[in-house]
């Protein structure tokens, strides 16, 4: 524990969501009670009168506002992150409410698997309705895939989902998130990548879980994040480009053999056009013409 008798620091950056952020910290109000002593830092990345109205109110936990001017959510971690007192940081959404036992798994799995940075578990939340769409989209597609991760065995980097993420704070310090990354996706990949390559492991810890609150009715609502995924790997592979075929080769390879199962007979299901659908955006945001970067 560090010598502000904190031990748990949560960031969660936001801005514009604040009925979301408010449901996200009433969770906070109900953790198991054996959780370490934490405090919650909401990091404003642009101007939110209604956010900060709300961070306003009195919470039974230690909790701080501070804000930048819009630079995307990376950036937020970081600032967040140089406020913290806690030895151990916890990066949380604003859209994401922590199950009662989040911050205690998180706890724990430093000490049983040693310094790492630690992947919880995100699932829809059981208080929302849940569609067809997002129940294909997650815990096992493309926007989380969990069977893929063995908790005995390090994580690939591209799973390093920053949504319910613990790290060691002087690991964040000396690695931080990109302050330059145009754009609001995969920073936490590009960041996932830059850990592994310099020794930190990656570890998957299912008992961490927090509940996602964002709707998705069908494939035109994650188009936009498909495609700017797909804008971001252009940035990410001139960084580092040994990572050209994992982030534009193979995913054009991919969507373009999907679209040639659909000549088969019987292929036609709704599934397989959903994820037609994404792969073909992901690569659309790879090949539009470049534009000055810019957050989305």
């Known amino acids: 524990m560090s010598d502000s008798g904190v031990e748990i620091s949560v960031i969660i ?172 996706a995969v920073e936490d990949g590009e960041w996932g990548y830059r850990l592994t390559r310099s020794g930190r492991p990656l570890r998957y810890v299912p008992a961490a879980v927090c509940y996602h609150d964002h709707r998705y009715e069908g494939p035109a609502h994650y188009r936009q994040r498909a495609r700017a995924a797909g804008a971001a790997s252009r940035y990410i592979v001139r960084r580092h480009p040994g990572l050209a075929w994992a982030l534009i080769g193979r995913p054009k390879a991919a969507a373009a053999v999907r679209l040639l199962s659909l000549v088969w007979p019987g292929s036609w299901r709704r599934e397989l056009l959903w994820d037609l659908d994404f792969r073909a955006n992901y690569v659309f945001g790879i090949m539009q013409p470049r534009r000055k970067e810019r957050l989305r």
């Open 13 to 184: 950056p936001t801005v514009g969501r604040a009925s979301r952020l408010r449901r996200s910290l009433q969770g906070f109000e109900q953790l198991d009670p054996e959780t370490p002593e934490f405090e919650v830092i909401v990091v404003l990345d642009g101007e939110d009168e209604a956010t900060r109205e709300l961070s306003g109110r009195h919470r039974p936990f230690p909790f701080r506002l501070v804000s930048q001017e819009r630079a995307g959510p990376g950036p937020a971690r970081n600032l967040g992150t140089g406020e913290a007192r806690g030895d151990l940081i916890v990066l949380l959404n604003d859209d994401t409410r922590p199950d009662s036992k989040n911050l205690l798994a998180h706890a724990s799995a430093q000490t049983q698997l040693g310094p790492c940075a630690a992947i919880g578990r995100v699932e829809w939340d059981p208080e929302r309705e849940i569609t067809p769409y997002m129940a294909w989209l997650a815990p096992e597609g493309h926007q989380f895939n969990y069977s893929r991760l063995d908790p005995d065995k390090p994580a690939p980097w591209d799973a390093c989902w920053g949504t319910n993420l613990a790290i060691p704070r002087k690991w964040l310090l000396d690695e931080p998130f990109d302050p330059l990354y145009p754009r609001v």
